[in-house]
Antibody, heavy 119, light 107 residues
């Protein structure tokens, strides 16, 4: 069955960096685009970034553009999110999600990893 | 950026009743709209994609309709497990955006 397991979250000071990982299993990772979506505590969903199946295309939300970088290693079935210059407003649960057949909807989600940006 | 406005913010109904949730887009999104369900402490679950297609394993009591700017998620007869928060999402234009959510609570 499809499994997505995020890791790498934690408490980090403003201005510092963090790298999230998402380990995928149960499907052919290299044939799916992948997303990051976040949710601040008690708030709604915010789409963060998407990467095409081969890594050639990436799109970002304006709120993270220039600070966050999405990447993937298809040989390791792993998606990454490199987060730099973190701000308090980046505090959220970060979910990775599989793209539904290039439709840019998310059909499978991980359980998330919590990032807290605080001094 | 396309803004999705969901209404009502909270919907109070009883099991067995029919639920109708609305999502209005600030620009036309064709049929490129999805609905998700999220329960407390859980990840979202895809219910409906491309406005009216049920995702794998989603019960037939969930249905979606609409195109352009106005969309509806209908739950024909509420089961106890359906009380949750529901989000719509568009993918017609970058960036992908979500609505603010509708909380469906037990009356």
């Amino acid at each position: 069955q499809v499994q997505l397991v995020e890791s790498g979250g934690g408490v980090v000071q403003p201005g510092r960096s963090l790298r999230l990982s998402c380990a995928a299993s149960g499907f052919t990772f290299s044939t799916y685009a992948m997303h990051w979506v976040r949710q601040a505590p008690g708030k709604g969903l915010e789409w963060v970034a998407v990467m095409s199946l081969d890594g050639t295309n990436k799109y970002y939300a304006e709120s993270v553009k220039g600070r966050f970088t999405i990447s993937r290693d298809n040989s390791k079935n792993t998606l990454y999110l490199e987060m730099n210059s973190l701000r308090a407003e980046d505090t959220a649960m970060y979910y990775c999600a599989r793209d539904l057949s290039k439709l840019r909807f998310c059909d499978y989600w991980g359980q998330g990893t919590l990032v807290t940006v605080s001094s | 950026e396309i803004v999705l406005t969901q209404s009502p913010a909270t919907l109070s109904l009883s099991p067995g009743e029919r639920a109708t949730l609305s999502c209005r887009a600030s620009q036309r999104v064709s049929s490129y709209l999805a609905w998700y369900q999220q329960k407390p402490g859980q990840a979202p679950r895809l219910l409906i994609y491309e406005a009216s297609n049920r995702a794998t394993g989603i019960p037939a009591r969930f249905s979606g309709s609409g195109s352009g700017t106005d969309f509806t998620l209908t739950i024909s007869s509420l089961e106890p497990e359906d009380f949750a928060v529901y989000y719509c999402q568009q993918r017609n234009n970058w960036p992908i955006t979500f609505g603010q959510g509708t909380r469906l609570e037990i009356k």
